[in-house]
């Protein structure tokens, strides 16, 4: 969550309400209901859990003696007077227990204009000037990695001592916790603001354009991001904790990412689960290369074409309400809703529901299974539940088993981004599951060859566990940006690069290398980028230092 302001909202905010210079648990309250990004998927409305609430509010609190209640009641008595909220409820998915939903912030229009223009995106080296705490009013300075405060750090990794990872779980945090969020996120923001503005522009709905600017501010002033399991084992996945590119809306994250290439296991949930079930019907389908979704959105629609994109977000949703769980009863109730409720008639849906059935059967009788690790998940029932715990029924434990058989797959990609990153310049910048954002520096036969080992390594694994899927590639591009115009009071110099044109500046971003976070140096370039260079190949600077002219930039010699 966004914690940095300007001088002048802070000032403006504390003169408004003067409760909030005096009460620091309301002054945070406030600062929540500004920039927190936690909302409901349905109502795109905030949502404050109990226990979010008390971390960001009174984490030296003990939970039992944290009165959330009577907080927003004072806020609203003292300052927000249209505040409303519902509720205690638990039916939000990922709400951390019991958790109540904002109707009205309560906010005027002055304070909400004020506080939109606080979400103004500035990515670059100025973006601190003149910005405090909200919450101390002391002066905020830039958290790329090396500045994240060690606290942050031994708490993540406390985390993960907690968690007791799975060595292929461990592989992939250690991966990960080693990229630098500052120096592959600040500058693909600085570089695809005006695509990311285009993004956000097609949303229609304003609360939901409103989240994504407070996830889009606070990657700014934070953009590392730390995967961590789910609290007490209740799934193998690795999660993105708090506000990252991850959560932005599909359609803003790859304008987010553009420049970079995405890659995701083909219809993995449906093969994974065909192939646990032993469901012939599916895994025929499978064997014969045809496309699930065509094949339900002809029967639905009677149409023998790719399914438009807002249907087939439905067909995806249903399927991965097969695979996880999702009740029969819930799942009717969905598609009706939708109109789509002849979906359940189409013969894979009928075999997986049978099948499903079935093996949700044998996991009660065993009292629990194991993943793809053999690691044994056991049944807890709601009368053995504490009041913190949550139960976990047979569903929930196949749902978990599945996943753990999607991690195993996807996995490899990180032992090919070990081995072979360095040599064909490449490395994964972002996991999600099922898939991965990833850095191609290099571009023609060198990208090839390391698409080509990604997907082996990945078929190969697959077909180890008798899962029909593969690896897919999608190329996120970029849109033409004007130049940005030169500052004479700098010493910049434009050099061209793979991307296009960029504007460099040491000031910035003066190490802007994706993979190695070395020098500029170590980027590769094509030959006729290169004056002077006779060459096939792409190659670094550093390759080919003697044979080029002299280039200067910004004090760094190339």
Known sequence: MKRSVS???????????????????????FLYLCFSSFSDEDTSQLVIPF??????????????????????????????????????SRTG?????MARRILNDGFDAETRERRDAELVLRPDANRFVGMVDFDTGEGFRSHRRDKLTPEAWAKHRALLDVAALHPTQAKLVDYLDALDGGRLFLPRLLQNKDQIEAAIATIEKPKVVNIQRRILAAIQEQPQVFYRPSPGGRTCRLNACGDTVIHLKKNVRKAFCAGWTECDLRSSQFAILAATLDAPVSKALIARG????????????????????????????????????KTAANLRRFLRRHDLGRLLDHPVFQELLQLRTEWFARIDAAGGAEDVWGTWHAIRPQRE??????????????ATVIQSWEMEIIAPIFDVARTHGGTYQFGIVLFQHDGATISFRARGKRKEKAMSLLREAVDARARELGVHTSLEFEDLETTPVPAAPHREERDEATIPSPEGDLQLDEFLYPMDCDICGEATA???????ELPGYEGDDLVTV?????????VEQGGLSL
């Open 7 to 29: 001088i002048e909202f802070r000032k403006f905010c504390l003169a408004k309400h003067l409760v909030l210079r005096t009460s620091k648990k309301l002054r945070r309250l």
């Open 93 to 97: 998915r990922g709400w951390h227990g």
């Open 542 to 550: 550093a390759e080919i230092r003697p044979a080029l002219p002299r």
């Open 290 to 325: 045809e496309s699930l979704w065509r094949s339900l959105y002809l029967h639905t629609h009677h149409a023998e074409s790719n399914p438009p994109d807002a249907i087939k977000k439905i067909l995806k949703e249903a399927v991965y309400s097969v695979a996880y769980g």
């Open 385 to 398: 539940c504490s009041r913190d715990q949550r139960p976990r029924l047979a569903r929930h434990i196949a």
């Open 51 to 88: 226990r979010v609430l008390h971390k960001e509010i009174a984490p030296d609190e003990r939970e039992r003696d944290f009165n959330a209640t009577k907080l927003l009641v004072e806020l609203r008595d003292q300052a927000l007077p249209l505040l409303a909220w519902t509720d205690w």
């Open 522 to 528: 170590h980027k590769l370039w094509s030959p006729d």
